[in-house]
């Protein structure tokens, strides 16, 4: 058995009429024949479209209605819109849906879509971490069924969406991932889904400007369990109070992972395993190719919910998987050893990243690269000053901060530095990486952590570049 990954945002899978996809997104049709058949979605023109209904959403950059006409060339049988535009009319054999707005009408037809399944859903949500346990359990089921993963970042209206829309009608496990960054939205996500097991993995300090506070964004992970099915299972972070405080409010069954004894899955014996790490859960020993020593309590959590389907024990199938690239990924350049986590960031994900990049074993210096933690809202000036007095604490030798917070991140850091430690700040990363490169030297160790918008690859590349230009200038 294997698992599929969605690899595009269209799919063959789903089939409907274009009365079906009015019906079911509270639509009219427009235009053409209701008994018009498309099989699957399609959302960008760029990508297969032939035989299927389009979808025109409409984003801040970009308005699929302005493609029409190349969706009709390029085969697409239904069209969903807001509205036509002026003077165009679609040809003969084309069906046109008019929807209030697309992208909600798109998860609609999805929830609609989900009611066919006989796939049991499991919707992950979370602070952290969602993502890595999303892809162990995939592989985890993979092998006892079929099963659909979605893919990296489809965690919000459209990607759940198209992820939905992309399992087969024999699938026997669905695997989505949920996040959040205002209130409501974790509530739409769950209604289409219908899940039969949910999994929160933890609480922290993310996206405050859209959900206040910390007792925000429990209110808003919980939101899954108003969709869940009575009858499934939730997952809950027994490491984690504000997970465990969710209980109460689930009259189904329970499970929990972590490192207390009393948890349903609880791992034990925990150790360095060549570059990964090993340890013990359901009593099996467990290995894990991942250096990041928080993907052990990943692990449990996929575990866990893997329990929760009555799928036995994955330990293989989690020795296998690898971290996706720029999460927790090792590099050398030179002597140098890079550990980019550069992804993205929040306060409780960075704190994670440093416990595990202070367990690497290292020859030289430590130094790590901090890039901004975005939507903290108000909290963002706290935030940063607390983890730059952090880094300072854990005894990093460099400290460069990246980006417009960087001047709260080093703020931070001199009421905890100690001498001969040293703290830069740049605005970029393309400014930040030629200095912190002659700073390095063979047998340091550099973690790379900050959100997305940094884009703090760009340093690894831009050395590695460097380096690739001297050397060719060598043997000239």
């Known amino acids: 058995m294997r698992s599929r990954r969605l690899d595009s945002a269209e799919n063959r899978s789903a089939r409907f009429t274009a009365g079906e996809i009015a019906h079911a997104c509270a639509g009219e049709l427009a235009a053409g024949d209701a008994a018009t058949p498309a099989c699957g979605v399609a959302t960008d023109t760029r990508r297969t479209v032939r035989g299927r209904a389009f979808f025109a959403l409409v984003g801040e950059r970009f308005d699929g209605h302005d493609y029409l006409g190349q969706a009709v060339a390029a085969g697409a049988r239904v069209l969903a819109v807001q509205h036509v535009p002026d003077g165009w009319r679609a040809p003969k054999g084309v069906a046109v849906v008019r929807v209030r707005r697309t992208a909600c009408a798109l998860l609609a037809l999805a ?30 089921l993979a092998h006892a069924g079929r099963c659909t993963v979605a893919p990296a970042s489809f965690n ?18 669905v695997v989505l991932e949920m996040g959040t960054n205002h209130p409501g939205e974790i509530d739409e996500l769950a209604a289409a889904a219908r899940p039969d097991v949910g999994v929160v993995t933890a609480i922290g300090e993310v996206h405050l400007d859209g959900l206040g506070s910390l007792q925000g964004v429990v209110e808003a992970k919980a939101e899954l369990i108003g969709h869940l099915n009575p009858a499934g299972t939730l997952v809950l972070n027994a490491d984690d109070p504000r997970c465990l405080s969710m209980a109460p409010r689930f009259a189904g069954r329970i499970a929990t992972y972590g490192t207390h004894p009393s948890a349903d899955v ?9 570059s990964g790490w090993a340890f013990e859960a359901l009593g099996r020993r467990c290995r894990l190719a991942s250096g990041a020593c928080h993907d052990v309590l990943n692990a449990a959590g996929a575990l866990c919910a893997a329990a929760a389907l009555g799928v036995p024990a994955g330990q293989a199938a989690l020795a296998g998987v690898a971290r996706p690239p720029m999460r927790y990924e090792r590099i050398e350049l030179a002597g140098v050893t890079f550990i980019r986590d550069c992804y993205n960031s929040n306060p409780p994900a960075l704190r994670a990243a440093l416990r595990s990049f202070l ?6 210096r430590r130094a790590v690269v901090c890039g901004d ?23 990093a030798d460099i400290v460069a901060a990246v980006g417009q917070m960087a001047l709260e991140f080093v703020a931070g850091w001199c009421t905890k530095a100690r001498p001969g430690q040293r703290a830069f700040r740049f605005a970029s990363a393309e400014e930040a990486w030629l200095p912190l490169w002659r ?34 200038e060598a043997v000239a």
């Open 111 to 140: 929830g609609h879509y989900r009611r066919s399944l006989r796939a049991r859903v499991v919707a992950i949500t979370g602070s952290y971490g969602k993502s890595t346990v999303k892809t162990m359990l995939g592989a985890i």
């Open 156 to 173: 919000n209206r459209i990607g759940v969406a198209l992820s939905l829309l992309s399992a087969r009608t024999d699938d026997d496990y």
């Open 266 to 274: 609880a791992v034990t014996n925990v150790d360095r395993d060549g």
């Open 359 to 364: 367990l690497e074993p290292a020859i030289g």
């Open 373 to 395: 933690m975005l939507e903290l809202g108000l909290h963002a000036g706290r935030l940063h000053r607390e983890l730059g007095a952090d880094l300072a604490a854990s005894g």
């Open 439 to 472: 700073q390095l030297r063979p047998g340091d160790m550099v973690l790379l952590k900050g959100s997305r918008a940094l884009h703090l690859e760009t340093i690894t590349d831009a050395i590695a570049a460097h380096l690739a230009q001297r050397r060719k």
